[in-house]
């Protein structure tokens, strides 16, 4: 800390203004008090000179009533105590110089004749006369001249007051040192979390306030400033916010357009099309470089009217026509036209749309439009219409053909059930005739082989039978309905039981759940299976025919198992066909048509059929219906 | 003999053998005396109508037909819409006689007005069922059991 040079610091500058104003005021006091302090001293030192002079006139008065100059050198060589007396002398009052004494070898100059009482200071010198009186009669004079040492004097008084003010000021400068502190704290606490708010932009920070005088308003005035500052800093944080948000918008918008406006026109020329421009009465004006690349028309030729001219003429005309309505009622439209294409140099056909572009007003303030070559597509359109038109040529052909062979084959079946039947008829009718009217005229070896002969032919008649049945479900349309499949089993059951004279078969019907089919159908799937359960388990001891369902998650399962001499599962695949036997015909009569007939109707209902055995371990036909039966 | 016992019937086959055997099968039940044979439509027509050959013949009826359904020239489908078709004549009950249950035969027949159909060869007990539901006794009570 230097003074005289105030510090930057609100510590220094306090700590100048004390030490300033304490040097003043020292150097003030301490002028006063040497002023004061010179006149006193001139003033102790000629009182303190004039009573020298009195004692010595007082003891030198004898040794002049006596004139003994030695005596009187006597008193006045007791001067030599005062060092700062540098002569004296004594006159006899006629003013002759009785006796002088001088401290050095030097000769003390006073006047040869003694001046008046008093004293008179000439440069540093004081020189005092004063009368010798004794008994009111005028004895001599004493003259002293002494060093007047006011310099010295000065110089050890300033010495002094140098040394008071230097410890003055180190004093103050502690004291003020120690109370600044009260002022600069909180000051430097302010200075702390402004320079914190500049630095760390926080503004939320707040200076603590330790007094109520000036520095506790000037921190509570700081506190709400910064809280000005933040709530503005927020305001214009939000507002800059907003700002770059909509710059980044404005960036993002102009991005978009400027990518919209690349994209238009690398459409303009990528798409196979032609885009064109037109006023808004129909003109080219603008240069058309894709009318032109297609239509090898200049500019000059294209400009205002002249593009129409590139349309074969009936197009001209059409497109007139439209354009005289379109410019009347500003609508898009589209035609179909010729245009003529350069490069293949004929005309082509093109779909030609145009738009118009609205003002805010509404009006039309241009027309946009396109130039689609669509030749290639009508001619593809066409080779698709003709192939189209022949595949459904081929189809409904195809279809008739069906349905001819269809009809050609109900036509054969009804042949075969007609045709077929009247010779074995006969056959039959004839070899009874023969049996009832010649039997007697027959041996037993004719009757046998005659008997065969009947026998055959019932069974040839049973086989057409079963045949046109098979042949004739093909057709039947099925008819759902809602069936108890418990009462169909039973009374299925009971009708075949009753004409299979021979068996005594024991039947067990378990849960049957209901199912959804074609009554007649079903009841013959029932038949077919009952009767050959009851036909296989014939020549068992006791013959047992079980019936059973199951419920699964999409279609139920039911089943018929018998007890009787069962099949090789190996020809299991072959169960089902038509015509099919794995038994002996004289031991199972039948005509190897009802398991085709089962697989052949369930199939229709959607379900499955199928069976498993083991050869004299007896049977079980299972088969499976859809809870929904499929519509047809 | 009564005049029910007069029975006419005309059975309409153009198979021989299938005649003889129905023929047969009728004398067995006695039936046989008044069956008249045609072997077509035409035939039936004529006769029905007492044209052609059968102009001026004698007798009523028939009072039954029995009708074969595939025959050459008029098939038995015609010759029952063309009888079935007259209110003259379509009193007389006409039994078609097929071949098979061919569904299309039996819906056919009976959608133009035959009174019934039978599977051949001819079972006469069913015969004598159909006649009898068709009002037609005599066939019932001359019939011969066994």
Known sequence: MIIGRPSNTIRGKLLFVVLVATSLALLISGAAMAIYELRDFRETWVNDLTAQADVIGLAAAPALQFQDPDAAYEYLALLKAKPNITGAVIYEANGALFASYSPSEQEVAFPSLPDVDGHQVREDELILFKRIVANDEILGTVGLRASYDLTGRLLDYLAILGAIMALSLIGAALISRRLQRTITEPLAEVTSVARQVMEQRDFSLRAAKSSNDEIGLLVDAFNDMLNEIGRRAEVLETSNKALEQQVRERERAEEARAAGERRNRTLVTAITQVVWVANRRGQFVEEQSGWSRYTGQTRDYYRELGWRRAFDQAAQNELELAWARALNEPEAFELELKLWHEASGAYRLVSVRAVPVLSQEDAVDEWIGAVTDIEDQRRNEEALRTLNAELEDRVSARTAQLQAANKELESFSYSVSHDLRAPLRAINGFANLLWEDHKDKLDDEAQRKLSIIRGQADRMGMLIDDLLAFSRLGRKSINPAHLDMAELVANTFERLNGSHESSNAEFRVGKLPGATGDRSLLEQVWSNLLSNAIKFSSREDHPLVEVGGIVEESENVYYVRDNGVGFDPRYQEKLFGVFQRLHDESEYPGTGVGLALVHRIITRHGGRVWADSRPGDGATFHFSLPKDVPNE | ?146
């Open chain 2, 1 to 146: 003999m009564n005049e029910y016992e007069h029975v006419e019937i005309l059975l309409v086959d153009d198979s021989a053998l299938d005649a003889e055997l129905a023929i047969r099968g009728l004398k067995e039940h006695k039936l046989a005396n008044d069956v008249v044979w045609v072997k077509d439509g035409e035939q039936a027509l004529d006769y029905v109508y007492r044209r052609g050959q059968f102009e001026g013949r004698s007798g009523v009826g028939p009072r039954l037909i029995l009708l074969d359904l595939k025959m050459p020239k008029v098939d038995g489908i015609e010759v029952t819409r063309i009888i079935k078709g007259d209110p003259k004549m379509r009193h007389i009950p006409i039994v078609i006689m097929t071949s098979s249950k061919e569904e299309r035969d039996i819906s056919e027949s009976y959608s133009l007005g035959a009174n019934s159909y039978i599977v051949k060869p001819v079972d006469f007990e069913a015969l004598a069922n159909v006649a009898s539901q068709a009002g037609y006794y005599w066939l019932a009570i001359n019939r011969v059991p066994g």
